[in-house]
């Protein structure tokens, strides 16, 4: 589902879900390396999904307003070859 756009299951995510931090990170557990196995339990991968998330995101509770914000910064760095003159190019 995660790669296969023809899934029955691909729509279950929006086009914006799948550019949410959370789902990212879901997405590079599930997906792996060359060590890659397939598994029909999510459960796991949910729960280090959590804990990952937990660990990488600094949240900050308002003590007048009980409300929480995200103090955490996320951005997304995109490597590509330029053609012309062979260099890579990070772009942030």
Not at 62 to 91: A, M
């Amino acid at each position: 589902m995660l790669l296969n756009e023809d899934s029955d299951v691909y729509c279950e995510f929006t086009e914006t879900e799948r550019e949410e931090f959370l789902f990212r990170v879901f997405s590079h557990l599930c997906l792996g390396g060359r060590l890659c196995q397939y598994e029909d339990n999510v459960n796991p991968y949910l729960d280090v999904t959590k804990a990952v998330y937990k660990d990488l995101i600094s949240v900050q509770k308002n003590p007048e307003t009980k409300e929480l914000s995200i103090l955490s910064h996320v951005f997304q760095v995109r490597c590509y070859i330029d053609k012309v003159c062979g260099s890579i190019i990070n772009l942030a």
